[in-house]
């Protein structure tokens, strides 16, 4: 199984993860644009199981437009979130793209709230699109 690292800015708050991602994707509601500070955000999601966690976070749980709840962990000195937990996905770790600084990291096989999209966006054409 490959490793991969996961890091925030400054380093602090760090993750390996062994194994492949079950899922990566895009999304485009108006709390994910917020919370990455871009037009979307793009997270991997793994199993709890292969990835291990180092250092001190700060958690903030967000309620999604459905109802349910993610714990965003983010760094409490430079403040970059490293990873986030979903309820009813408790097997699961999810962690934005960019905390890998990997520009070979796997292109996004879903992409989410595409009404949200902002208009010069192209999600993958081959990606699983939903409204």
Same mark, same amino acid.
């Given at each position: 199984m490959p490793t991969k690292n996961a890091a925030c800015t400054c380093g602090e708050l760090s993750a390996q993860v062994s194994g492949e991602p079950v899922r990566i994707s895009i999304c485009h509601c108006l709390n994910c644009q917020r919370r990455s500070g871009g037009p979307f955000a793009e997270q991997a999601r793994f199993a709890r199981a292969d990835v291990t966690v180092a250092g001190v976070s700060t958690a903030y749980?967000?309620? $999604?437009?459905? $109802? %349910?709840? %993610?714990t965003f962990h983010f760094c409490p000195r430079c403040g970059a979130t490293v990873y986030y937990t979903s309820e009813g996905l408790e097997d699961f770790i999810t962690m934005p793209v960019g905390v890998f600084a990997d520009p070979d990291f796997p292109a996004p096989q879903v992409s989410v709230y595409e009404q949200r999209m902002h208009k010069w966006v192209t999600p993958p054409a081959d990606a699983q699109h939903y409204r």
């Open positions: 749980v967000l309620t $999604g437009d459905e $109802g %349910s709840r %993610s």
